[in-house]
Structure formats: structure tokens, C-alpha cells
């Protein structure tokens, strides 16, 4: 089955937070994909844990690859571009994660988010299928 991840997940599979066990459990799934955005939302998570010191800089890199390598595809955000921007200016929420919403959409399949803001702003959205991580 194929499933969106979004990146508040992705980070969860290489940095020490909460729902991590969670996270970590879906990476042996078959089916993960994002939108390519993906790589810069998670290199910041990373990137900020390593400015707080909660991962050592030396190893940040490799935690962004780590995180990447259980998707099966990163779709580019030039396919989906246009729709994010509308479920943004439509829901009135950043279009950062109107990507994974629009992924999700398109693909029909369900959208794993640790993110409970965008399930709440996601809801009036008809066909999408939102799980809570």
C-alpha cells in the first residue's frame, strides 16, 4: 500500500523525540513517498536538533540520508505545485504542508503525519485519508 509521509515522521525515524518508536515502525513498510520537499523539511529538523545539540553535526548528514532511504519515490513539488497552492490559499495554512496533502490526494492513498494541526486543517478535505502518527 502506498502512503505519504511528511517530513514531522521522517525526522522521527533518525532523531531521538517523541512517537519515535512509532515512526521507526513504518519504515519497513512497502509504498512510502513524499514530495521531494521532504529532503529540506527534514535536513532543517536535523539541523536544528544539531544547533540544540541533540545530534552531534559530524553525523547530521548522514541522519538526512538515513531518513530518506526508506521512501520508495520523492515525487518533484513542480507536479504538485499548483494544487498545493490551492489547498493553501483554500484551507489558509502553509503551503509547506499542502504538498504532502496534495501528494496524498493525488496518489489516493493516506497521508502519515505527527503533525495534529494539519489533521485538524486537513478534515474539510473530502478523499483524503489522515493518520495521526
Known sequence: MTLVVDA???AKWVLDEPGGERALALRSEDGLIAPSLVVAEVGNAIWKAARRDAIAR???IAAVESALLPFEALIPDEE???RAFTLAFDLKHPIYDCF???LAERE???LITADSRLIAVAKAMKGV???LL
Open 108 to 110: 489516493r492513498c493516506p
Open 80 to 82: 504538485l505545485r499548483v
Open 129 to 131: 485519508e489522515l493518520r
Open 58 to 60: 559530524a553525523n547530521a
Open 8 to 10: 514531522s515522521v521522517a
Open 100 to 102: 504532502y496533502l496534495a
